[in-house]
């Protein structure tokens, strides 16, 4: 990978329906040129695939919380294979250090918040203790920043 590849990933970071075109006069190559470049990335498995950002907030998701659970590690699977099918879930991360997992969740409100814990974590017999702390704000936000 060289300068123009993290220069191109950066612009399809940010707007990956960005014409040839356009890339190309930005890259000072050809629009076959970046086509053969991406193509290169995504054999490679660097681009994983396209999707689309989505307002949480204009989706009805106003509450962003991380949520920290500490788990006997022997069920743990069983926990997070049914945490991983929850579609409040936005990422689910196996931890050292503190506790077992960090689930962020997106939900409409503290309610909803309230519900999810008590019905898809605590419910688990393996699961000694939950700690959730509510985002006041989300200031930077990317799975990678090239």
């Known amino acids: ?4 590849d993290l220069k191109l990933l950066k612009i399809l970071a940010e707007d990956a329906h960005t014409p040839l075109r356009k890339l190309g006069r930005e890259l000072g190559l050809s629009p076959s040129g970046v086509r053969r470049r991406i193509k290169q990335m ?3 498995g660097l681009i994983i ?3 689309a950002v989505i307002d949480p907030k204009k989706y009805g998701y106003g509450v962003t919380a991380f949520i920290s659970v500490d788990a006997d590690s022997r069920e743990l699977g069983e926990l997070t294979k ?3 099918r929850r579609h409040e879930v936005c990422e689910l991360h196996r931890t050292i250090g503190g506790h077992d997992l960090m689930i962020k969740v997106r939900v409409k409100d503290v309610d909803t918040l309230n519900k999810f814990v008590d019905d ?8 000694k203790s939950v700690r959730t702390t509510l985002a006041m704000e989300t200031i ?5 920043n090239p």
Do not use: A, G, P, Q
Request: hydrophobic content about 30%; glycine content about 0%.
């Open 82 to 84: 049914s945490l991983s």
């Open 1 to 4: 990978m060289d300068s123009v």
């Open 49 to 51: 695939k396209y999707s």
């Open 42 to 44: 995504e054999k490679n």
């Open 120 to 127: 898809h974590i605590r419910c688990f017999d393996s699961v």
């Open 140 to 144: 930077k936000e990317t799975l990678v």
